[in-house]
């Protein structure tokens, strides 16, 4: 019976030839993996930066305390990390907020301001390195626009007739002895702003004469502060107290007589106001002693 030849290799045998073409293959597929590496990396980077600053303009912003003014609640070198989301959608500061906001009139004038090296520039502008250029501060919100506020020499805070107790002042600190001031009614729109170290910070009281009366408009407001993140020793967030959570505090008073800017008006308006009243009144009974001699028809 004849016998079928049979092939060069059984089944499923594989020829030298066959291992050097998977060989190269293996080799082309991972030398093309890693170009495509390479060529992708820019696209990542890119994105990563979009994405750094569209966190950095509209979400967190990191910042660092440049001073001592709001001791013991953060120190000098803090980094902390600043909510600019709530305030897209109108939300407005509260009291007790720690706020970063823009030098409203100057508070900063004659304040040095670092120079920083290109790197650290770049690294600022996409939000991943506090800005050491912008000069902004930190401060505690004390009142909001309508509230009356005022701190008498020996006394406490007093926001709409309530006394303040504010454990974050700094240790030895008195509420306001250094500047006392008040009453004045904070303007819509505008909040008044203390540090918590009362002794060491140029905040509203000291700036009362300059053009926004003490005030910061809430537009100039950059976010609220909620949480030191950097360094890690220091990781804390930033909470409202409870001293402005008591009953009564949003009962906001009528503004005081001796206060211009309560009622929205400038000394000037209200100088206007009072010298037309006065020249009005002679007209009007000019008037009516004209009226009264006038015979009636019968």
Request: net charge negative; aromatic share 6%; glycine share 8%.
């Amino acid at each position: 019976m004849a016998v079928g030849a049979r092939s060069g290799r059984d089944e499923g045998e594989e020829r030298p030839d066959d291992a050097v073409t998977h060989e190269t293959d293996e080799a082309a597929a991972e030398e093309k993996q890693h170009r495509s590496f390479w060529k992708e990396l820019p696209l990542l980077i890119g994105i990563a930066l979009v994405l750094a600053l569209l966190i950095k303009t509209f979400l967190v912003q990191a910042f660092s305390i440049p001073s001592d003014s709001m001791q013991n609640t953060l120190q000098r070198g803090d980094r902390v990390l600043v909510d600019k989301l709530t305030p897209w959608f109108g939300s407005e500061p509260e009291r007790g907020e720690v706020v970063v906001f823009h030098d409203p009139a100057h508070w900063l004038e004659g304040e040095p301001t670092p120079e920083p090296n290109v790197v650290q520039k770049v690294l600022s502008w996409i939000g991943l390195m506090p800005s050491a250029e912008e000069k902004d501060l930190i401060k505690r919100t004390i009142a909001i626009g309508g509230d009356t506020v005022e701190c008498k020499r020996g006394g406490p805070v007093v926001v709409n007739g309530k006394p303040l107790d504010e454990p974050y002042i700094y240790p030895g600190n008195t509420p306001c002895d250094d500047a006392p001031f008040g009453p004045v009614t904070v303007p819509k729109g505008k909040i008044w702003v203390m540090g918590d170290h009362r002794q060491n910070s140029q905040d509203s009281r000291y700036h009362m004469q300059d053009s926004t009366q003490g005030f910061v408009p809430v537009s100039d407001v950059v976010g609220r502060a909620v949480v030191v993140a950097w360094p890690v020793t220091r990781w804390a967030t930033l909470p409202v107290p409870d001293t402005f959570d008591q009953k009564g505090i949003d009962k906001q008073l009528p503004a005081p007589l001796h206060s211009p800017q309560a009622s929205g008006l400038g000394v000037a308006d209200v100088n206007s106001a009072a010298l037309g009243l006065v020249g009005a009144v002679p007209i009007v009974l000019w008037r009516r002693r004209r009226l009264t001699k006038t015979p009636t028809a019968g």
